[in-house]
T-cell receptor, first 108, second 114 residues
């Protein structure tokens, strides 16, 4: 089966940098994805890492170390609109297995 | 291009009834997955379909079933509803292989069982 661990909550001020760590144990691993979900909304795709290293998409970056079963999402230049839940998810076995999610609260 | 659509958006049912939820994927997407989201259990995988074939099923009782049609549209059915089935049911589609492609989620169907 799969298990993923990520922090439950993170609070930061506008303009700050936040790193959300994710460790996983899984059978059948193709890659690690990150999704954002605002209250009342659907999850939206942020990034996907299949290989070790850093992927950068605008203010968001994601990192993967397959040997350590570890990844992180880096949110830079935080904005109020970044207040949301962030989920790491393992791609494999024709499904996404999600972590419990990290609630990010951005304060003015 | 239109996104993933789900109908209905909200549903209230009574224990013991059954319900059918519908999902239309993004045009050209052949993989459709279903997830249940609850405050207590988070996002849980239900099943995945590709070209009308179920490739994986999550750890849910047999009361939960689904199917995919030749046009890639999908339905899921829950029979003999229980209070614990109250949840947001999310459908997601991906271009080809749900393992390596990003999944696009629909707005969900909010099911309340009373």
């Amino acid at each position: 089966g799969q298990s993923l661990e990520q922090p439950s909550e993170v609070t930061a001020v506008e303009g700050a940098i936040v790193q959300i760590n994710c460790t996983y144990q899984t059978s059948g691993f193709y890659g690690l994805s990150w999704y954002q979900q605002h209250d009342g909304g659907a999850p939206t795709f942020l990034s996907y890492n299949a290989l070790d290293g850093l992927e950068e998409t605008g203010r968001f970056s994601s990192f993967l170390s397959r040997s350590d079963s570890y990844g992180y999402l880096l949110l830079q230049e935080l904005q109020m609109k970044d207040s949301a839940s962030y989920f790491c998810a393992v791609n494999g076995d024709y499904k996404l297995s999600f972590g419990a999610g990290t609630t990010v609260t951005v304060r003015a | 291009k239109a996104g993933v659509t789900q109908t209905p958006r909200y549903l209230i049912k009574t224990r013991g009834q059954q319900v059918t939820l519908s999902c239309s994927p993004i045009s050209g997407h052949r993989s459709v997955s279903w997830y249940q989201q609850t405050p207590g259990q988070g996002l849980q995988f239900l099943f995945e379909y590709f070209s009308e074939t179920q490739r994986n099923k999550g750890n849910f009782p047999g009361r939960f079933s689904g199917r995919q049609f030749s046009n890639s549209r999908s339905e899921m059915n829950v029979s003999t509803l229980e209070l614990g089935d109250s949840a947001l049911y999310l459908c997601a589609s991906s271009l080809e292989d749900s393992q390596t492609y990003e999944q696009y989620f629909g707005p969900g169907t909010r099911l309340t069982v009373t």
